[in-house]
């Protein structure tokens, strides 16, 4: 998971979860609520600045969201997809 550490960093920095200790790429975010679905909105957004990739429709679901490790594998998806759609129009 290429994006796995980033995003655990990200979380912590930008003030998306309230942590005293750094967040591993595996540990649960939804589910135990270490982040709630506003702070998600706002990830969302975040991720489609920093990464150019649209987050929407089934990519939207919670388990893409539960651990850095997920979002990173929904990242590459995504960007792999925009990659392919680059060559494709080339």
């Given at each position: 998971?290429?994006?796995?550490?980033?995003?655990c960093e990200?979380?912590?920095?930008?003030?998306?979860?309230?942590?005293?200790?750094?967040?591993?790429?595996?540990?649960?975010?939804?589910?135990?609520?270490?982040?709630?679905?506003?702070?998600?909105?706002?990830?969302?957004?975040?991720?489609?600045?920093?990464?150019?990739?649209?987050?929407?429709?089934?990519?939207?679901?919670?388990?893409?969201?539960?651990?850095?490790?997920?979002?990173?594998?929904?990242?590459?998806?995504?960007?792999a997809r925009?990659?392919?759609?680059?060559?494709?129009?080339?």
């Amino acid at each position: 998971m290429r994006y796995a550490d980033e995003l655990c960093e990200l979380l912590t920095t930008e003030g998306f979860v309230d942590v005293d200790v750094d967040l591993t790429a595996d540990e649960p975010l939804l589910s135990t609520g270490v982040l709630d679905s506003l702070e998600l909105v706002r990830l969302v957004g975040a991720l489609t600045d920093r990464y150019g990739v649209a987050i929407a429709g089934n990519d939207l679901n919670f388990g893409n969201f539960e651990t850095c490790s997920r979002i990173s594998l929904l990242l590459e998806r995504l960007m792999a997809r925009v990659a392919a759609d680059r060559v494709a129009a080339d």
